[in-house]
């Protein structure tokens, strides 16, 4: 008799098929809106968009539409342009923030470990609380615990240090983009510089020295995932360099307070 009521009870448990459905319907949103889901979607999105207007559009229409020298004719070329950027628009940046989230903590952690020494942490000018003989806690001048200091994530990076990264991405797109479209060095930094700061004017762009009987244009595929990872890379620096001057002002306002209650 209880073998028969503990099949029933694990009977009655199941879940439908209704419920399977909507589980795997909620972990699939979990996931599409996950990290590695968003980079899927954001991927996904834009092979969706190139088909669609290669479906609507010529080809010579199409193949640079961003820049303002190539742009959709037809009235269904721009009401999908609108519809298409409407939707699109809120992915991306959903995609700079969870994305420049990530590196902007993966490269905390990166250079807390590497760039910073405990010993040169420790040697701060500190002041010890003892209680019967023991030290209880250790409180630094910028108003730092001790424990913080073990935590990278509550390392803050220079904002020099933010800007020789994008500086160094742009002069590396420049390098790149110069041997492949035969630019100098200048017209190299500004297509980089205006693309990934999002103006794109247009009267610079890759494919020029791209012959069309070539295949496939991989320069193209390279390019947007140098767009790509740069715009998250801006994010990242820009995250970065938020929480430097962050810091800064709440040192500086702890240094002034100290004043005004010493002048007391």
């Known amino acids: 008799m209880q073998r028969k009521r503990s099949t029933r009870r694990s009977f009655k448990r199941q879940k439908t098929w209704g419920q399977r459905l909507k589980d795997y319907l909620r972990n699939f949103v979990a996931f ?8 899927g979607l954001v991927i996904g999105y834009t092979i969706a968009g190139s088909f ?6 010529s080809p010579k229409y199409t193949s640079r539409i961003g820049y303002g020298n190539v742009a959709p004719r037809t009235e269904w070329g721009k009401l999908a342009t609108i519809l298409y950027a409407i939707a699109g628009m809120p992915l991306f940046l959903l995609y700079l923030s ?3 989230d ?10 807390a470990k590497c760039c910073l020494c405990t010993g040169c942490q420790l040697s701060r000018p500190s002041k010890e609380i003892k209680v019967e003989g023991a030290t209880e806690s250790v409180t630094f001048e910028d108003g730092s615990d001790e424990s913080s200091i073990y935590d990278p994530q509550s390392v803050t990076v220079p904002i020099t240090l933010c800007l020789a990264i994008m500086v160094g991405y742009v002069y590396g797109g420049a390098i790149l983009f110069g041997k492949w479209e035969k630019w100098g ?3 190299g930094a500004y297509f980089c510089f205006i693309s990934l700061s999002t103006i794109g004017f247009g009267d610079i762009v890759p494919g020029d020295m791209i ?4 295949g496939i244009e991989l320069r193209f595929i390279f390019c947007s995932m140098y767009l790509m990872l740069g715009m998250a890379l801006i994010a990242m620096c820009f995250n970065l360099m938020q929480e430097e001057v962050v810091h800064k002002i709440r040192t500086c306002g702890d240094m002034m307070r100290r004043i005004t209650r010493c002048n007391r």
């Open 102 to 111: 990530i590196l902007a903590k993966s490269f905390k952690w990166t250079y």
């Open 185 to 187: 060095l200048l017209d």
């Open 211 to 214: 012959r069309k009987d070539e």
């Open 32 to 39: 599409m809106f996950s990290n590695v889901g968003i980079i």
């Open 52 to 57: 669609m207007f290669i479906a609507i559009e």
């Open 98 to 100: 969870n994305i420049g």
